[in-house]
């Protein structure tokens, strides 16, 4: 399939681009000049890059009349760990997702695949399926909704098919060095103290290759609509950073409690991914345990050369 991918120098998007051609796909990747591409180095000659700029209308409408690709997969947003939320780059993205929607639209795409956040629920309920109320709760929620729900009726209108994949928490080798687990890996492997807070809230972890090849599946699937995307599998934060203590052998470096926990946080946040289990093939390659020790393993080689 001739697949249009968005995103790709990404964090989920490298790994998405990997499954894509991994399974045979022609992947028409749209990066932007000057995109730091280092997360797909090994995969950039397989790739047929398209240098474009999201946010450029008329741009992007050329490039898609020229590509005509059958299919679409959008991962491209703004993500920057602890601005992201509440930046108003989500109201660009927003516009920029709906105006590369309606060049596909016109260019004759079959399907588009865009990508959602679980904080588009109301967190409160706990286990998520796909009908649970919806409960944004920032900028970044509201407009990743938003787009959910004018993808939703560009397809009636259109005829295009359109899912919204919602991802729940990912962790694995690419991630932002902010985020909870390189943060902790990479301070243990310094030999650092590391403060945390008690880790009780419960989440759903999930190894980002198999959202990328969960991502994958959605695309070559029939389903259209919200699709949850997540492990399936409540675990607490303490478990997760216990985990990565007892693999880098330093779980005396660890300082529970030292942090406080956020009053805001929910206590319990879990996929229901029957849906997405049920209409397709995918299912999880890594365990909590071995997705962490080969996203460790990644971790310490980095840090080794880095040194």
């Known amino acids: 399939m001739k697949v249009l991918l968005t ?37 950039v000659s397989r790739l047929d890059v398209v240098q474009a700029d999201m946010f450029d209308e008329s741009e992007l409408k050329r490039i898609v009349s ?25 109201i660009r993205c927003l ?17 588009f695949v865009g990508v959602g956040s679980c904080f588009e629920y109301d967190l409160s309920q706990g286990f998520l399926s796909e009908s649970s109320p919806l409960l944004p709760g920032s900028l970044y929620a509201a ?35 902010r985020r909870l687990v390189p943060a902790v890996a990479n301070a243990l ?23 990328a090849d969960a991502l994958r599946a959605v695309l070559e699937s029939d389903l259209i609509g919200p699709v949850n995307i997540g492990s399936g599998r409540p675990v607490s934060v303490r478990e997760v950073v216990e985990k990565i203590g007892q693999i880098l052998r330093r779980p005396e ?34 365990d909590l345990k071995d997705g962490l020790q080969q996203c460790l393993s990644q971790l310490t080689i980095n840090l080794e050369r880095a040194a």
């Open 7 to 43: 995103g790709t120098t990404g964090f989920i998007g490298s790994h998405t681009a990997r499954s894509l051609i991994e399974a045979g796909h022609h992947v028409s990747a749209v990066i932007r000049s000057g995109a730091n591409t280092s997360r797909i180095t090994d995969i």
């Open 66 to 90: 020229q590509i005509r690709p059958e299919a679409c997969l959008h991962l491209a947003w703004y993500t920057e760990p602890g601005i992201y939320l509440s930046s108003r780059e989500n």
């Open 95 to 111: 516009t920029a997702s709906l105006g590369l929607a309606s060049a596909l639209t016109n260019a004759g795409c079959k399907r």
């Open 143 to 177: 407009c990743k909704l938003g787009c959910a729900y004018a993808l939703e009726q560009i397809g009636l209108l259109s005829g295009i098919q359109t899912a919204w994949a919602r991802l729940f928490y990912l962790y694995g080798p690419g991630e932002d060095a």
């Open 189 to 211: 492997i310094r030999g650092e103290h590391v403060p945390v807070s008690s880790g009780e809230a419960i989440r759903d972890f999930l190894h980002a290759r198999d959202a």
């Open 253 to 286: 470096l660890i300082g529970w409690g030292e942090r406080p926990n956020n009053a805001t946080d929910p206590p319990f946040v879990c996929a229901n991914t029957h849906l997405l289990r049920e209409n397709t093939s995918w299912k999880p390659a890594f």
